[in-house]
């Protein structure tokens, strides 16, 4: 059984002030494009009403203040489409830390562990479910960060038996096993980045 933990480690937090400086800079540059946005459409509606008002009337509104609107509206179209652009790239690194910093702490979990690692104790000293607590593992595993006869503990629901491996030849159905289990892995890893994309 697994100590739950008393403080995070130090890539973590790294993986979570990242994550919220994006969060932060994301919220910023989505007001600042909607503020410009609304600043720009309003010179646009001001000057169309201006125009109406001077052809009903028949006077003329005069060229110079047209072309001062213009020369204002369009940088604040061009700001506006430079900060929802900014804006979408946060919004893509975003899942990324938060991923990033999940996986550092199942890491943490398990190299301070000295028995094998199951999904169920990394849930429980995490606090999280334990279907996410199988993906972190078979990331971890993955990412080579966990392996499974390393001196990082981890005991999956799917393993060969590495006691039979390690006294007989590697036979045809335990390669087939063994690939089929890093296929299972690689699917969830493309299947979380298909997620973070989709986000």
Do not use: C
Request: charged share 25%; proline share 4%.
């Amino acid at each position: 059984m697994l100590a739950p933990r008393k403080r995070r480690g130090a890539k973590e937090l790294a993986a979570l002030k990242r994550a919220e400086t994006s969060r932060k800079s994301r919220a910023k540059t989505r007001g600042g494009a909607i503020a410009a946005g609304l600043s720009a459409i309003g010179i646009v509606g001001l000057l169309g009403i201006a125009g109406i008002i001077s052809i009903v009337v028949g006077g003329n509104i005069g060229l110079w203040l047209f072309l001062a609107g213009l020369l204002t509206a369009g940088p604040l179209f061009g700001l506006t489409f430079a900060l929802g652009k900014r804006s979408s790239r946060l919004s893509r690194e975003l899942p990324a830390a938060i991923d990033e910093a999940w996986m550092a702490a199942a890491t943490d979990v398990v190299e301070q562990s000295t028995t094998p690692v199951t999904a169920t104790s990394l849930a429980k000293a995490l606090h999280i479910d334990e279907p996410q607590a199988e993906e972190l593992l078979a990331l971890l595993e993955a990412s080579d960060l966990v392996r499974p006869e390393g001196n990082l503990a981890y005991r999956g629901k799917l393993r060969v038996d590495t006691s039979a491996a390690a006294t007989s030849p590697t036979t045809d159905a335990q390669q087939a096993a063994e690939e089929e289990a890093r296929a299972e892995a690689e699917a969830l890893a493309q299947e979380q980045q298909a997620k973070r994309e989709r986000l």
